[in-house]
């Protein structure tokens, strides 16, 4: 459920869609540049997994397994966007800390809790689902905020950012949702993460139930998300051609 939004700080959108970046008034040079940095350098991680995606599948002859070929990469990069919670914080992007904190930390709980933690799943094609969504996803992002702050945003990448969200949206939660089910008989067997009583601390805590809440937090949230995202397609696209007509 990770969202994105704006100079590689602000996420409002679940990662798919269309925040638009917005600069604090009177943003350093220092710390434009910083950003200008960290989003080239996202772009260039992002497009590094997708090179290893294309690679491993034309070695392979298959596209199931494709997760061990970046794995690495992967878990660097978006282990990265946390950043974008002291983005927040420091006042260097005009956004909710506690929004984006829970927003980038939903994907990094796929990566991590889910993914990671239960083996049984890396091989399940629904991986690749939402890390295909995740990385065509995060390559136009970051490309859209760098192009953004230097304030020379190419007509395409900005359809892109407004467009594709169409199709990854549901491709990734989809990719989340079925990787998440996956590992649940796993996480249930093992009993990974969970606390049972008796203990000193008097208290319990079941990780089959917690995956199962989170997996019921999507359905209200996805419609809600996709829609707003298409309101702001309509609002920023239509804006754009009234500008090209007015020229």
Same mark, same amino acid.
């Not at 034309?58 to 061990?68: D, E, P, T, V």
């Not at 992967?74 to 992007?93: D, M, N, R, S």
């Not at 067997?189 to 089959?208: A, C, H, T, V, W």
């Given at each position: 459920?990770? =969202?994105? +939004? ?5 996420? /409002?959108?679940?990662? &798919?869609? $269309? ?5 604090? *008034? ?23 997994? =997708?090179? +290893? ?5 034309? /070695?392979?002859?298959? &596209?199931? $397994? ?5 794995? *690495? ?45 239960? *083996? ?128």
């Amino acid at each position: 459920m990770a =969202a994105s +939004g704006s100079g590689g700080g602000s996420r /409002a959108d679940n990662g &798919y869609g $269309s925040q638009q970046p917005r600069r604090r *008034k009177g943003q350093g040079a220092l710390a434009t540049a910083y950003l200008v940095i960290y989003n080239v350098v996202m772009t260039a991680g992002w497009l590094v997994i =997708a090179v +290893g995606l294309v690679r491993a599948y034309l /070695a392979k002859g298959s &596209y199931h $397994s494709l997760y061990y070929s970046i794995e *690495k990469p992967l878990k660097f990069f978006q282990t990265g966007a946390l950043l974008e919670i002291l983005h927040c914080a420091f006042g260097i992007v005009p956004s909710s800390v506690v929004l984006t904190a829970f927003q980038v930390m939903s994907r990094v709980f796929l990566t991590w809790a889910i993914t990671h933690s239960v *083996k049984e799943v890396q091989t399940e094609d629904s991986v690749l689902l939402f890390v295909v969504a995740w990385t065509i996803t995060e390559i136009i992002r970051y490309s859209f905020y760098t192009f953004s702050l230097l304030n020379h945003l190419p007509y395409l990448i900005k359809w892109a950012r407004y467009t594709l969200f169409i199709v990854l949206y549901p491709m990734g939660i989809s990719g989340e949702l079925l990787t998440i089910y996956a590992a649940l008989p796993f996480v249930r067997q093992s009993g990974l993460y969970s606390i049972s009583l008796p203990n000193k601390y008097n208290f319990s805590f079941d990780y089959y139930t917690f995956l199962i809440l989170i997996m019921i937090a999507y359905i209200p949230i996805f419609p809600q998300l996709y829609f707003h995202m298409l309101h702001q397609r309509r609002k920023v696209l239509s804006h754009t051609e009234e500008h090209k007509k007015s020229e």
